[in-house]
T-cell receptor, first 110, second 114 residues
Framework: QKEVEQNSGPLSVPEGAIASLNCTYSDRVSQSFFWYRQYSGKSPELIMSIYSNGDKEDGRFTAQLNKASQYVSLLIRDSQPSDSATYLCAPLSGTYKYIFGTGTRLKVLA | EAGVAQSPRYKIIEKRQSVAFWCNPISGHATLYWYQQILGQGPKLLIQFQNNGVVDDSQLPKDRFSAERLKGVDSTLKIQPAKLEDSAVYLC????????????FGPGTRLTVL
């Protein structure tokens, strides 16, 4: 089992729709979770962090965490073509290592 | 605030040659990371420094890769000799500490080994 699993996509959604990106992780001790956005040819940039079970909202982004299910997700409301990128999930493991998933490629269709 | 600086941005070498990458982290960031990102994959941690000491180098191919962070600021990553499978983007990132929130990444160095 991979430490961090994400569907590689591409996930295609129409402009204005909600994009839902999912991530599962294997380290039960992970406490902190981060989502990065990576545009093609660019480096990753942090967009969301979440530490507690439940939802955390920041603008059009909502991160959801369920530690019992070892599941974290990112929702993007009112998706825009500029949201088209690869989204990387990165839990901070129990040994304080950042483990990146392979990322989900999102395509927002105008 | 200046970001993480890396150079060169691009490098093309032949296999068995050597290459070195440089990184200057954000001022005051004690933790520095080198990642390797192969096309279509997530970044893989090669080495993590806390100030000028190595915290984690478990995934660094030590027979060919080396890294140092003198004086706890700038860092260099070297590959000698390079193999075809080393073709990747090498990302440097920094953070205030190992448990600090997200990392700040530099623009990366794209290495092509022919």
């Amino acid at each position: 089992q991979k430490e961090v699993e994400q569907n590689s996509g591409p996930l295609s959604v129409p402009e204005g729709a909600i994009a839902s990106l999912n991530c599962t992780y294997s380290d039960r001790v992970s406490q902190s979770f981060f989502w990065y956005r990576q545009y093609s040819g660019k480096s990753p940039e942090l967009i969301m962090s979440i530490y507690s079970n439940g939802d955390k909202e920041d603008g059009r982004f909502t991160a959801q965490l369920n530690k019992a299910s070892q599941y974290v997700s990112l929702l993007i409301r009112d998706s825009q073509p500029s949201d088209s990128a690869t989204y990387l999930c990165a839990p901070l493991s129990g040994t304080y290592k950042y483990i990146f998933g392979t990322g989900t490629r999102l395509k927002v269709l105008a | 605030e200046a970001g993480v600086a890396q150079s060169p941005r691009y490098k093309i070498i032949e296999k068995r040659q050597s290459v070195a990458f440089w990184c200057n982290p954000i001022s005051g960031h004690a933790t520095l990371y080198w990642y390797q990102q192969i096309l279509g994959q997530g970044p893989k941690l090669l080495i993590q420094f806390q100030n000028n000491g190595v915290v984690d180098d478990s995934q660094l191919p030590k027979d060919r890769f080396s890294a140092e962070r003198l004086k706890g600021v700038d860092s260099t990553l070297k590959i000698q000799p390079a193999k075809l499978e080393d073709s990747a983007v090498y990302l440097c990132a920094s953070s205030l500490g190992p448990l600090a929130g997200g990392k700040i990444f530099g623009p990366g160095t794209r290495l092509t080994v022919l």
